[in-house]
């Protein structure tokens, strides 16, 4: 593929910005939010009076929210249209490739969006930043000519902010019952976990792959980090506070889900672990192999560490009475043997037929081997778990959900 013609080098062009549908976008952001005003203060003349209370924090934030759900609509559907024509071939760091109509739109629906909301919604201190720092990548990804696959697959991943406005509004109506608001809970917490969580995790593999190095490298790996740690705080909160998912950290500690079903912890722990092990290897697979791995290859790998995860978990169950000399955890009939997890684990990646044929699988193997210690490091720290616990600690994690300041 001659990508002369689809991109150039950085340094002999400056930084592509999407001005038109920006300005068309800012634009119609101020029509339209003339209209809006103009159609609620007609038919709801008390209502709008009632917003005026508090301009600030009813007012300017009930017509930015309704505007909001207009123009991330359009930028959802750009980016998912962005990100499904947007080359992984050339969408590298240091190569600038003109934005094709679909990134043009996504780029300047989301930048209105960072720009307009950020004066309606002042009263926000945690939006405001939010806003500031997301401008910043923004014109950082298109100076510096950084990939931009990652993000477009973060911002088409965005359904639940849709969820949130729709709350909001709602109680802004006073229209919200305890029963609404649970449901709602409950599937803002899906679309996190599947939409803006699950994404995440690839987008962080999207950009060791991308071609950038040293600092650009670490500050990318670094925000996505973050990005994914403040969403798994979110659906936290949500659980905690609408009582979907809690923590019983009497011995032995238990996940409470809707205060009728318990789940052990150590199943739960021994499992993240043994995900975060084989995907782990998959790490060291893509960094120590001597050729550049496919996109096919690197989804065939991460889909047998999951099934991999998943039989490893079950195997060290199941052989936890056979294996008396191996490390196990926890209490009967909880008990697990780490070193039957490993052989299961590495039994899959030789008998699994999706693996693809041009992967090394002894190598795979080996790299697993090698992130072992990760899974005895996650058995120690779930070994606490079946410890009695500090009379302050569970005090302070079974804290009044009220305590937990969110902006909805």
Same mark, same amino acid.
């Given at each position: 593929m001659d990508s002369s013609s689809n991109a150039t080098c950085n340094g002999n062009n400056g930084p592509e910005i999407p001005f038109v549908p920006f300005l068309f976008a800012l634009v119609s952001w101020v029509v339209l939010k003339i209209i809006l005003e103009s159609v609620v203060q007609r038919f709801w003349p008390d209502f709008v009076e009632d917003l005026k209370v508090d301009i600030r924090k009813?007012?300017?934030?009930?017509?930015?929210? =309704?505007?909001?759900?207009?123009?991330?609509? @359009? +930028?959802? /559907?750009?980016?998912?249209?962005?990100?499904?024509?947007?080359? !992984? %071939?050339?969408?590298?760091? #240091?190569?600038? &490739?003109?934005?094709? /109509?679909?990134?043009? =739109?996504?780029? +300047?629906?989301?930048?209105?969006?960072?720009?307009?909301?950020?004066? %309606?919604?002042? !009263?926000?201190? %945690?939006? @405001? *930043?939010?806003?500031?720092?997301?401008?910043? !990548?923004?014109?950082?990804?298109?100076y510096y000519n950084l990939p931009r696959r990652q993000m477009y697959l973060i911002w088409a991943g965005l359904l639940n902010e849709f969820i949130g406005n729709a709350r909001r509004i709602l109680k802004l109506h006073d229209a919200m019952t305890p029963r609404r608001a649970w449901w709602m809970a409950l599937f803002n917490c899906l679309l996190l976990c599947v939409f803006r969580? +699950?994404?995440?995790?690839?987008?962080?593999? =999207?950009?060791?792959? $991308? #071609?950038?190095?040293? /600092?650009?490298?670490?500050?990318?790996?670094?925000?996505?980090?973050?990005?994914?740690?403040?969403?798994?705080?979110?659906? &936290?909160?949500?659980?905690?506070?609408?009582? *979907?998912?809690?923590?019983?950290?009497?011995?032995?500690?238990? @996940?409470?889900?809707? %205060?009728?079903?318990?789940?052990?912890?150590? $199943?739960?722990?021994? $499992? #993240? #672990?043994?995900?975060?092990?084989?995907?782990s290897a998959l790490m060291l697979y893509e960094f120590g192999s001597d050729r550049v791995n496919s996109e096919s290859e690197l989804q065939s790998i991460m889909w047998v560490m999951l099934q991999g995860a998943v039989v490893s978990l079950l195997g060290a169950y199941l052989t936890s009475p056979f294996l008396k000399f191996s490390k196990g955890m926890g209490p009967r009939p909880w008990r697990l043997s780490l070193l039957g997890g490993f052989l299961s684990a590495t039994a899959t990646i030789f008998l699994s037929p999706t693996l693809v044929e041009t992967v090394d699988r002894s190598a795979l193997a080996a790299c697993l081997a090698l992130s072992y210690p990760l899974m005895d490091t996650v058995a120690h720290l779930s070994r606490s778990f079946f410890l009695p616990v500090a009379r302050g600690v569970a005090q302070h994690a079974s804290a009044s959900s009220d305590a937990i300041k969110v902006l909805d």
């Open positions: 009813k007012y300017n934030f009930y017509f930015a929210t =309704w505007m909001g759900n207009l123009f991330k609509a @359009v +930028g959802l /559907v750009s980016c998912t249209a962005a990100l499904f024509t947007t080359s !992984a %071939e050339t969408d590298i760091a #240091g190569l600038m &490739r003109p934005l094709n /109509v679909a990134e043009q =739109w996504c780029w +300047g629906c989301r930048a209105l969006l960072y720009i307009q909301e950020l004066p %309606e919604m002042s !009263a926000f201190p %945690e939006l @405001v *930043i939010h806003h500031l720092l997301s401008l910043v !990548a923004m014109m950082s990804i298109l969580i +699950g994404p995440a995790f690839v987008a962080l593999f =999207w950009a060791v792959r $991308g #071609g950038m190095r040293g /600092v650009s490298l670490f500050i990318n790996i670094g925000s996505i980090s973050v990005y994914i740690i403040y969403m798994c705080q979110m659906v &936290r909160w949500e659980l905690a506070r609408f009582k *979907i998912i809690t923590l019983d950290l009497t011995r032995p500690a238990h @996940v409470v889900i809707v %205060e009728k079903w318990r789940i052990n912890l150590l $199943g739960i722990f021994m $499992g #993240g #672990g043994l995900l975060a092990t084989n995907l």
